[in-house]
């Protein structure tokens, strides 16, 4: 499992106690990424539970498990 800064639809992300409410970190599938005018990036990502959490993009943690990269 590895960090990355980059955050894009489909990704599986930790997300923030401080948007969930709970005690530890949730993990969620990200479901809709917008650079918003007024809040910069802001991120949409789902939970196995089916709850939906949106927030700023630092309320987030990127786990990148397999993603394909393309070096060209």
Same mark, same amino acid.
């Given at each position: 499992m590895v960090m990355d800064?980059?955050?894009i639809t489909g990704d599986h992300v930790l997300i923030s106690p401080d948007l969930t409410g709970l005690t530890n970190w949730t993990? @969620?599938?990200?479901v809709e990424v917008e650079n918003n005018t007024f809040n910069g990036i +802001?991120?949409?990502?789902?939970t196995?539970?089916?709850n939906v959490f949106? @927030?700023?993009k630092d309320l987030f943690r990127a786990i990148v498990k397999n993603?394909? +990269?393309c070096l060209q």
């Open positions: 800064a980059t955050i993990e @969620g599938i990200v +802001v991120v949409a990502a789902e196995k539970d089916r949106f @927030g700023q993603r394909e +990269v």
